[in-house]
């Protein structure tokens, strides 16, 4: 690939020449853009450089504009303009020009006119839609470098309104000859399903075919949307688990061309992306892992050359490593390369092995007393990074036993810390250790009051809130509540007689609230005491509105008597007058109740903050005033977010296919005209208000208001840079001992090797002793973000305990035709050879899809076998004599209760059967519920005893309606069990957890963890209403998406062929059919309704769904595109 760099850079001054001689390689000294950098680089003054950018805008902007500037001199005159945007001046005024260039010009212009494009404008740039037309006849042009530079375009500022327009198009180049077409066309597609993932939904068999692509560069390209894919769903993907490390090993092998050899490492990016893949399908699977561990511990061995992207390639392979199931020789290996890195004494390798000690210790918390000393010297060093990350470090090994010492070295660097990122990160780790660890009262609320100093108005709000909802909630010992309590307010009590001006407002608002809350616990201390300390605080200049409105609050609470009652006045009087409504309201309210304790006493009584306040979050009260406001024409509530959407795209243009006249049919709809939905006018925009079902969409993709400048009128507007960045790594080889000399390539910033004396080593190892304590004398210890069994001191009463975690692995079923795709060109490739793998009998298709015909369930097995003494995890086997008929048996149909015999219900689907116990299940379709039936058989001669089952959802609502009638289950029987199922949030499918338990008559306990899949068409019923109703319900509606589906064009009217298929399928309520346009509704168990509007148009069925459940819309389009392909 260097060869290519070189020929770039080699072409790179022609291009800024715009001379006619293709040999140029300097400026040419007649090119009017040379002549302008010439020019602003001799200036001395900022103010010099705007006057000459202002005189050389107006000279582009009349050149543009005369009828007599050829494309040529366009070309030239986009390239300043682009110039002059990048110094921070604005050339809208080019914007159209630049358009038209890319449309008008030959391939160089037409270069120049899509780069101006994709530096001057955005994804909702309201010109963008003049640029469809050229990218869609471009994408169909003979001539490669014009499909490529659409390609490229669309790759970068297309957005999701656009794409069903292009689609099409690009699909079709994944098949194109040229491998740079199918590449960059994989890229596109990859950027369509990050800003759009459900309009990509049915091309992931396309997927399959550019992984297996016969050029690596295509593959590679797909290995992007790859990665995206399992990271959301890691297991409808473990058959490609084989064909992943397949590749890996011919990448290490050097099977792929030189080109993608960066420093004679073979194609080091295309490993990373691998080794990150593995890692997340072998996470928590033994059978997948066990694949993988060849190719790791080949990747460890060949990764041993002095470079950096080596060392990136390491630390990708000891991550995955440490992901995936454990290997013993394979995490020796792993540790002795963290233990390399972290010795080295160049201060990026160390950070390096700092990070990669950091994600590893959670498994392995041992390995980090192998370099306690290491850790201990890095807590001392220069480098404030290093520091940090030790920090971070420590925080993972935090227990009951080193909380102290940590906590204190991580306030210590607090002090010295000027970073805000690092102080906002370092103060939530303190409050999180000081209420997991907290050894005693007096550490706890000394350690909080640090926390509140040091941290100051950064603190996120959820610190002080909980620490004050830790405060009012209690644990489980009332005296303990009294002492902590105390012990806060005579701290808080303290720090008001001493200087409280340095105090941050948010801790001042904490005092305030702790001591009117609890300050009655002083019995030696009368309120007005209290009340005079609070007065101080009002007359601090430094004093925010906000705090004042606690300190009235905490005045208002304490109902002071005497000398402290005219101060009160006083207050109350003074901020009755303010212009602050908050602080009016609080002085009333201080008024009122000073006046009156019989009423302080009822509306404020003492602890009344661990009772439970209901608060009607829907303000139903307000249902008969916006009743009112409505009958006389009011506009319905808009969100705010809604609102901003709206108005910035009511300039914008709109691909909205939508027609222009009202069918005379819908004259009596009752819908207001201006929002009907047969009324959409060219200019309507989407409601901003949309979401993807895979909520994506807003995490993955950067919005951007405006053209982002780097460039401004005072020079160049620095970012701030995160400091959480890893630096540099540098030329260095990661194994390293005492006894090897130092290269003569090592950095400036290789760390310093002082000479240890005794007294340091010694106060070094008592360090250690007390950091590292607790991790000797246990085989796991508790660390933050895992399960813990060391009793916490600070245990909330309304706090439930955890349930042990459960680690399976699922069986999968038989995969289908489409997968052999993967290896159809790669066994033709000379570069790449993938060898199918075998296939095993039971492996699922690795896309579950939602069928929304059938209703039948995908199910998975994780089985563990729980022996009385320890927990062993065993995963079930497919029985090859498992009888494939065996869902349809009668006996099982005959269980069935009584009330759900006549009603529809699925197949019975035997879940699994194991040792004589046969657990199977089907779910009834009820007008408005769905009922989960559970059978579990008995097949042997004995009892078995302790049976219990638990169904579990993340999705669906689950109620049990009729457990297992008892705990043991006699010979050949069988218990029926009934869950009602309702849906807490939509989504294309639902996967239900279903844990059984069980004891044989000879043997120990076991246990059994089975899914079933329930497709979302289970949940939809037919909503009936009137075509008024519908125009009412329809206004009220804010989440919505849009989309055009394919018409079925069998028969005379498409319209109605396709709505009966969709009614048939999804069991949607056609409302009524006006004739190019039809109205439908359904909804989800009758209370989370989502409206359809359906329009003919250009061959196509153009929908517009709406919903006041924000992924409902997204969900049932996705169902009726499955219903519709699958015909």
Not at 112 to 120: D, E, P, Q, W
Not at 212 to 227: Q, R, T, W
Not at 403 to 428: A, C, N, P, Q, Y
Not at 823 to 830: A, E, I, T, V
Request: hydrophobic share 40%.
């Amino acid at each position: 690939m260097s060869d290519v760099v070189e020929k770039t850079l080699t072409a790179l001054p022609s291009l800024l020449s715009l001379d006619s001689q293709p040999g140029s390689a300097k400026l040419s000294s007649n090119s009017k853009l040379g002549n302008l950098i010439r020019g602003i680089t001799e200036l001395t003054s900022k103010h010099e450089e705007e006057k000459l950018i202002q005189r050389e805008l107006l000279l582009i902007k009349e050149q543009v504009s005369s009828p007599n500037t050829t494309m040529r001199q366009m070309k030239e005159l986009m390239v300043r303009a682009i110039y002059c945007e990048m110094l921070g001046y604005g050339v809208s005024f080019s914007y159209i020009h630049a358009i038209k260039l890319a449309q008008q010009g030959n391939v160089l212009e037409k270069r120049v006119g899509y780069l101006a494009v994709s530096l001057f404008l955005n994804e909702s740039h309201e010109l963008l839609l003049l640029l469809v037309n050229t990218v869609l006849k471009d994408l169909q042009s003979t001539n490669l470098i014009e499909v490529c530079m659409a390609l490229t375009v669309v790759s970068q500022m297309f957005p999701k309104d656009m794409i069903p327009a292009i689609l099409p198009l690009v699909e079709e180049k994944l098949n194109h000859p040229k491998e740079i077409i199918r590449r960059k066309a994989v890229l596109a597609l990859y950027k369509f399903y990050l800003i759009a993932p459900n309009q990509v939904q049915h091309i992931h068999n396309k997927f399959r075919k550019a992984l297996c692509d016969k050029d690596p560069g295509v593959m590679s390209a797909s290995l992007h949307i790859y990665l995206q894919l399992i990271q959301e769903n890691p297991e409808g993907y473990k058959d490609l688990a084989p064909s992943f490390v397949t590749i890996l090993k011919q990448v290490v092998g050097g099977k792929l061309p030189m080109d993608f050899n960066y420093h004679s490492v073979p194609a080091p990016w295309l490993q990373i992306h691998l080794l990150r893949i593995l890692s997340l399908l072998g996470k928590n699977d033994q059978s997948t892992s066990e694949i993988m561990y060849e190719i790791l511990d080949e990747s460890l061995r060949r990764a041993e050359m002095n470079h950096n992207i080596t060392y990136a390639i390491l630390y990708e392979c000891v991550k995955c490593i440490y992901t995936i199931y454990p290997k013993s020789d394979l995490l020796e290996k792993a540790a002795k390369c963290i233990g390399n890195f972290v010795l080295s004494p160049k201060i990026n390798l160390k950070y390096l092995g700092l990070k990669a000690l950091t994600y590893v210790v959670q498994q392995d918390p041992k390995l980090a007393l192998q370099h306690q000393m290491t850790i201990i010297e890095c807590l001392d060093h220069p480098d404030l990074i290093i520091k940090r990350e030790t920090l971070e470090l420590l925080f993972r090994i935090t227990n009951d036993q080193n909380v102290t010492v940590i906590v204190e070295k991580m306030l210590d660097f607090l002090r010295i810390s000027e970073d805000d990122h690092t102080t906002i990160d370092l103060v939530g780790k303190v409050a999180e250790l000081a209420e997991k660890y907290a050894p005693d009262n007096e550490w706890f609320i000394d350690s909080m009051n640090a926390v509140f100093s040091l941290g100051g108005d950064l603190l996120q709000p959820d610190i002080p809130n909980s620490f004050l909802k830790l405060l009012s909630e209690g644990f489980d010992s009332v005296e303990e509540d009294r002492k902590l309590r105390l012990f806060a307010v005579n701290s808080y009590i303290s720090l008001l007689q001493g200087d409280s001006s340095k105090l941050p407002q948010r801790f001042l608002q904490v005092i305030c609230w702790v001591l009117g809350e609890y300050s009655h616990l002083r019995e030696d201390l009368e309120p007005d005491v209290i009340v005079r300390l609070l007065a101080k605080l009002l007359d601090m200049k430094s004093s925010s509105s906000e705090t004042k409105c606690w300190v009235l609050m905490a005045m208002t609470k304490l109902c002071p008597s005497g000398a402290a009652l005219a101060l009160v006045h006083n207050v109350s009087e003074t901020y009755s007058s303010s212009l602050d409504t908050m602080l009016r309201q609080r002085a009333q309210e201080l008024q009122i109740f000073s006046q009156d304790s019989e009423l302080q006493a009822k509306v404020l009584p003492r602890s009344a903050s661990m009772e439970p306040v209901e608060v009607d979050s829907s303000l139903s009260f307000l249902d008969g005033f916006v009743s009112e406001a409505l009958a006389a024409g009011a506009a319905p509530y808009k969100p705010p977010h809604q609102r901003q959407e709206e108005l910035s795209r009511s300039k914008a243009l709109s691909l909205e296919p939508y027609g222009l006249s009202l069918p005379i049919s819908m004259s009596s709809c009752g819908i207001a005209d201006r929002q009907s939905p047969t009324l959409l006018s060219i200019s309507s925009g989407l409601s901003g208000d949309s979401a993807d079902f895979s909520h994506k969409g807003s995490s993955t993709v950067l919005k951007l208001d405006g053209v982002k400048r780097l460039w401004g009128r005072d020079g160049y507007l620095a970012q701030k840079e995160s400091t959480e960045e890893a630096p540099r790594i540098e030329a260095a080889s990661p194994v390293w001992s005492a006894d090897q000399p130092g290269d003569n390539n090592a950095l400036n910033g290789q760390t310093p090797t002082p000479t240890p004396t005794p007294e340091c080593d010694q106060e070094k190892q008592q360090l250690a002793s007390s950091l590292f304590v607790g991790l000797a004398s246990q085989s796991s210890v508790c660390l933050m973000g895992k399960s813990d069994s060391t009793s916490q001191r600070f245990r909330r009463k309304t706090k439930a305990s955890g349930s042990s975690e459960q680690i399976t692995n699922p069986l999968i079923s038989p995969s289908d035709g489409s997968d052999n795709l993967l290896y159809k060109n790669l066994l033709d490739s000379p570069d790449l050879d993938v060898s199918p793998p075998e296939q095993t009998p039971g492996l699922a298709a690795p896309n579950g899809s939602c069928d929304a015909e059938e209703e039948s369930s995908d199910t998975d097995l994780k089985e563990i076998e729980t022996p009385p003494i320890r927990d062993e995890r065993v995963t079930a086997e497919a029985s090859p004599d498992d009888d494939p008929d065996g869902s349809k048996d009668p006996s099982l149909t005959s269980h069935l209760p009584a009330e759900l015999s006549a009603l529809s219900h699925s197949d019975i689907t035997p879940l699994f059967s194991k040792q004589n116990l046969d657990v199977s299940a089907c779910h009834v379709q009820k007008e408005d519920s769905v009922v989960l039936v559970v059978f579990i058989s008995n097949c042997s001669d004995s009892f078995l005893q302790q049976i219990r089952l638990q169904v579990d959802s993340e999705e669906l609502e689950v109620s049990c309606v009729s457990d297992c009638p008892s705990e043991e289950s006699k010979s050949h029987s069988v218990a029926v069990c009934q869950y009602f199922l309702t849906v807490k949030r939509p989504s294309v499918h639902f996967d239900l957890s279903v844990t059984v338990s069980w004891a044989p008559p000879a043997g120990s306990p076991r246990k059994a963890q089975v899914s079933y899949r329930l497709p979302l068409t289970t949940f939809i019923r037919a909503l009936r209403l009137s075509t008024e109703e519908y125009g009412a319900m329809w206004l009220a509606f804010s989440h919505d998406t849009k989309q055009n589906l394919t018409l079925i064009q069998d028969g005379p009217d498409p319209l109605a062929a396709t709505l009966d298929v969709l009614k048939r399928k999804l069991q949607l309520h056609v409302v009524e059919v006006m004739g190019v346009e039809a109205i439908v509704a359904c909804c989800l168990q009758r209370d989370q309704p989502c409206l359809m509007h359906c329009r003919m148009h250009a061959g196509m069925l153009a929908v517009w769904l709406r919903s006041p459940v924000p992924d409902l819309p997204d969900c049932l389009l996705y169902c009726c595109q499955r219903a519709l392909q699958e015909l």
